[in-house]
Structures are given as C-alpha cells and as structure tokens.
C-alpha cells in the first residue's frame, strides 16, 4: 500500500526587490517548494500459528430454541481461554452451591 504526501517545505512568499522591507539578497529569500514525500504502510501479517494467543477461531453455536439455526462466535485464543476459565468457575460454583444443601449436618 502506498501513500503519497504533499508537504510544503517553507510558507514565505518571493517578495520584489523593489520592496522596503526585502533586506537579504535574492539568494536568500525562502520560497514555498512542494514535497512529495512516498512511504509505505506494513500491512499485519496474518497470524497462520494455530496455537499464536492472537489466531482468531471461530466456532459454531446451536440457538436456543431453533433445530437448525446457530450462531458463530470468533474470538482469539486468548479470549477462548478466558471464557472457558469463567465458565468453569461459573460451573464448579454452583456445584458447589448445591452440595452445602447435601450435607446432613443441616448448614
């Protein structure tokens, strides 16, 4: 991808040698001058790792309600890794929830 930009080197303006307030020579008077300056802009490298933190995966859902229908969620490996850490905890909470009305003890 290439981008070109137009810079103006200077902005004061060639002024007669006629006039009072020119006091340096023609030789140094500044003179606006245009520049084109090129560059290129790195486009990101896909990420083709599988096991990178930032591949992005996506998966499919079924809907809830619906025999056919799903949703597809995409997120990086990071971001699974994340989700699946909280839905255990989630998990492994209310399990342990409904094991405290198990007890015999009455607590």
């Given at each position: ?68 229908k799903k ?22 909470e209310m399990?342990?929830?409904?094991q405290v ?7």
């Amino acid at each position: 991808m290439h981008f070109s930009l137009v810079l103006l080197a200077s902005t004061a303006i060639i002024q007669p040698e006629t006039s009072p307030e020119n006091t340096r020579p023609a030789a140094e008077q500044e003179i606006a001058v245009p520049v084109v300056v090129e560059f290129k802009v790195k486009e990101k490298k896909k990420i083709t790792d599988k096991r990178h933190p930032d591949y992005v995966r996506c998966r499919s859902r079924p809907v809830i309600g619906s025999l056919a229908k799903k949703t597809r969620v995409c997120m990086t490996n990071q971001e699974w890794k994340v989700a699946n850490r909280e839905g255990s905890k989630r998990s492994r909470e209310m399990v342990e929830d409904l094991q405290v009305g198990m007890n015999n003890n009455g607590s």
